[in-house]
C-alpha cells in the first residue's frame, strides 16, 4: 500500500471516529451540559433526584395542595387545565436548574385559587424523574420529593 493511499485511510478512519463519537455524546445527553443522572447508588440510598443539584428539598405534601393535584395529572399524563402551556419544554434560561441540552425540562401549570390567570406557581420535571417547584414563577426552585 503506497504511503497517499494510507494517509487517505487514516484520515477517512479519522472523520468517521470524530462523526461517531459525536453521534455517542448526542445520544448520550453528553457534553457541555452538567448531567443529573442518579447513580444506582443513589437510587439504592433513596436519594432523590435533583438534590444533588445543591437546592433545597422540600415534600410534596409541604407545598400548596394543588401541587400534588398537578403532580397528579402529570403522572396520569393529563388532561391539563392549560394544554397549550402544560407540558411544554422549560427552557431554564435563568439557568437555576442544572444545566441540560434544550427539551429535558417540562413545565406545568400549579393552580393558585382565586386567580384569573395562570399566576406564578409551577411544577418543573425533568427526563431522569426529577421534580422541582416555583412559586415565583422561575426565581427560585426548590426540588421536590414525591414520596413525602
Known sequence: ???????TFALVGLVVLVLAG?????????????PT???????ATGAV?????????KALSSLPKEA??????IQK???YPYP??????FHNNGNLLPRNKDGYYHEYTV?????KNRATKRLITGSQRELYYTDDHYDSFVVVDPTR
Open 68 to 73: 400534588d393535584d398537578t403532580w397528579k395529572l
Open 111 to 115: 393552580d393558585t385559587p382565586g386567580a
Open 1 to 7: 500500500m503506497t504511503s497517499r493511499r494510507r494517509i
Open 22 to 34: 459525536w453521534l455517542v455524546k448526542d445520544l448520550t445527553g453528553g457534553g457541555a451540559s452538567t
Open 84 to 89: 397549550k402551556n402544560d407540558g411544554v419544554v
Open 37 to 43: 443522572t442518579t447513580s444506582t447508588s443513589a437510587k
Open 77 to 79: 399524563g393529563g388532561p
Open 49 to 57: 433526584p435533583g438534590s444533588s443539584s445543591g437546592l433545597p428539598v
